[in-house]
């Protein structure tokens, strides 16, 4: 099975930055395509952005221009470079794992496997 454990969250001020890590293992796979997601207290989980094995990227209106995805496939880990962070910004943050449509959609039906979160809080 594949696996996923993110890292790198923390508590930052506002306008600050934090990298999130994902780190896969598992799978020899490449056609995944990997994604973020987000889910704050009370509210449902949400696409962040996603990125294919072409590299090609999709990104949520609210994250444009201050989040950036990535991926090294040697290392097998994805990261979320997250900039000018804002209040709202705050939330458990999950790495996934899907194929098809509905992960190239950045629907969360799309992806199978995720990993545990880590908790980013901007304030």
């Known amino acids: 099975d594949v696996q996923l454990v993110e890292s790198g969250g923390g508590s930052v001020q506002v306008g600050g930055s934090l990298k999130l890590s994902c780190a896969a293992s598992?799978?020899?796979?490449?056609?995944?395509?990997m994604a973020w997601f987000r889910q704050a207290p009370g509210k449902e989980r949400e696409e962040v952005a996603s990125?294919?094995?072409?590299?090609?990227?999709t990104y949520a209106d609210f994250v444009k221009g201050r989040f950036t995805i990535s991926q090294d496939n040697a290392k097998n880990t994805l990261y979320l470079q997250m900039n000018s962070l804002k209040p709202e910004d705050s939330a458990m943050y999950y790495c996934?794992?899907?194929?098809?449509?509905?992960?190239?959609?950045?629907?969360?039906?799309?992806?199978?496997?995720w990993g545990q979160g880590t908790q980013v809080t901007v304030s």
């Open positions: 996934a794992a899907g194929r098809g449509v509905d992960a190239h959609l950045l629907r969360p039906s799309g992806y199978g496997y």
């Open positions: 598992g799978y020899t796979d490449s056609t995944y395509i």
């Open positions: 990125i294919e094995n072409d590299d090609s990227t």
